[in-house]
Every structure is written in structure tokens, then in C-alpha cells.
T-cell receptor, first 114, second 117 residues
């Protein structure tokens, strides 16, 4: 079945770049999303990428997609303490287009040390 | 100010009690969703509704019930049949529940934390 996997934890120093990785299994994935969750809060959409793109950049965020390997990454440049949060990867696909269902990864906790 | 409002922020349930979590949106979105979040497990879909007066079970619907009588409201009831209800519950909405190309951006409320007394 459809599955999205992420590593659970990443620790970086303030000012460094962070790279959060995600793998997925659904070969019919059409859109992939990155959400951010701060403690005790809901999920905030950061960015998304269409599956026929291999890169998308938005200010400090760079998304890379390797469709052949089904690998997605989120790079945060110049990471700040305010970036400390849980980051979720999610995907939607043609196979779920009649339900609108998103498949979420387990989330990666990013810890930014001053 | 458009958005999704969940209430209450914190809720306590006694054994054998049903409790209802509120979710209201003023984004004029057709589709609404309920997720359960447990530590280290990501989000699991409980129920979803693509249109008023219609809803479907998600992956973990047992012990939960919903209604969708109005476009802007999608309340979730956690029944006494749900034996392990302690979790963080998130409501989301999207413009439409189906898409020819599979795109479905979901917007989330701030969540309700449910605990058992």
C-alpha cells in the first residue's frame, strides 16, 4: 500500500543548513507537500511540488524531488531557532484523487541549537 | 479573517462518556477531514467529508462518529467505544475533496488535545 517514511529526529546548529528527507512508495504520486507543526499547534503548509518538477525554491526553502528513487527532501538554509518544529512530508496521487486523501509521514523533529 | 477553528483546545473525558470536538471553517471549502495524531505515528485519517450531508470512514473510524449538516461545520464525537482516545485531534479542510490531477492542499486548525480522566 501507500507509505511515506521519514527519519524521526534531526539536530543542527543555528545558521547551518538543515536537510529533512522523505521517501514514498506510491508511483502514481502527483503532488508532494511539506508541512510544519510547532508545539501544541496545527499543521502549516510550507510548500508543495508537482511530481513533474525536480526542484522548487522559496526563500530559505529548497525542495528536491527524485521521482525515480521516490525521494523528497526539504532544505532549510540558515536555520534559525524559530525553525524548531516537527516537519511532515505528505503525498497525494491519482489513485487517491477521488477521495482527496493525503498520506503523511511520521514527522521529523528538527532541533536547532543556538 | 478566514480559517479553521477547533474547540475546545483541551478536553477531558470520563470513562463511558461521549465527547464532541468542534470544527468550523469559513473558507467556503467543500471538503473537511479529521485526523488523530499520536507521538511518532504521524497523522491518521479518522473520517472525511467531500460535500455536505456525506462523509466517509478513514483508516481508524472505529469508536468515532461525525456529521456534516452544514458546509462550514464538521463535528467529531469520540464515543465510549473508543478505548484509547487520548491523542491530539486535528481538523482540516480543502477547497474540494476530489481532483483530476490529485492536488489537494489541506489547511489545518490548531487542534484539540483530548485526555482521559
Amino acid at each position: 500500500g501507500e507509505d511515506v517514511e521519514q527519519s524521526l529526529f534531526l539536530s543542527v546548529r543555528e545558521g547551518d543548513s538543515s536537510v529533512i528527507n522523505c521517501t514514498y512508495t506510491d508511483s502514481s504520486s502527483t503532488y508532494l507537500y511539506w508541512y510544519k507543526q510547532e508545539p501544541g499547534a496545527g499543521l502549516q503548509l510550507l510548500t508543495y511540488i508537482f511530481s513533474n518538477m525536480d526542484m522548487k525554491q522559496d526563500q530559505r526553502l529548497t525542495v528536491l524531488l527524485n521521482k525515480k528513487d521516490k525521494h523528497l527532501s526539504l532544505r532549510i538554509a540558515d536555520t534559525q531557532t524559530g525553525d524548531s518544529a516537527i516537519y511532515f512530508c505528505a503525498e497525494s496521487s491519482m489513485s487517491s484523487s477521488n477521495t482527496g486523501k493525503l498520506i503523511f509521514g511520521q514527522g521529523t523533529t528538527l532541533q536547532v541549537k543556538p | 479573517d478566514g480559517g479553521i477553528t477547533q474547540s475546545p483546545k483541551y478536553l477531558f473525558r470520563k470513562e463511558g462518556q461521549n465527547v464532541t470536538l468542534s470544527c468550523e471553517q469559513n473558507l467556503n471549502h467543500d471538503a473537511m477531514y479529521w485526523y488523530r495524531q499520536d507521538p511518532g505515528q504521524g497523522l491518521r485519517l479518522i473520517y472525511y467529508s467531500q460535500i455536505v450531508n456525506d462523509f466517509q470512514k478513514g483508516d481508524i473510524a472505529e469508536g468515532y462518529s461525525v456529521s456534516r449538516e452544514k458546509k462550514e461545520s464538521f463535528p467529531l464525537t469520540v464515543t465510549s467505544a473508543q478505548k484509547n482516545p487520548t491523542a491530539f485531534y486535528l481538523c482540516a479542510s480543502s477547497i474540494e475533496g476530489t481532483s483530476v490531477f490529485g492536488k489537494n492542499i489541506q489547511y489545518f486548525g490548531a487542534g484539540t488535545r483530548l485526555s482521559v480522566l
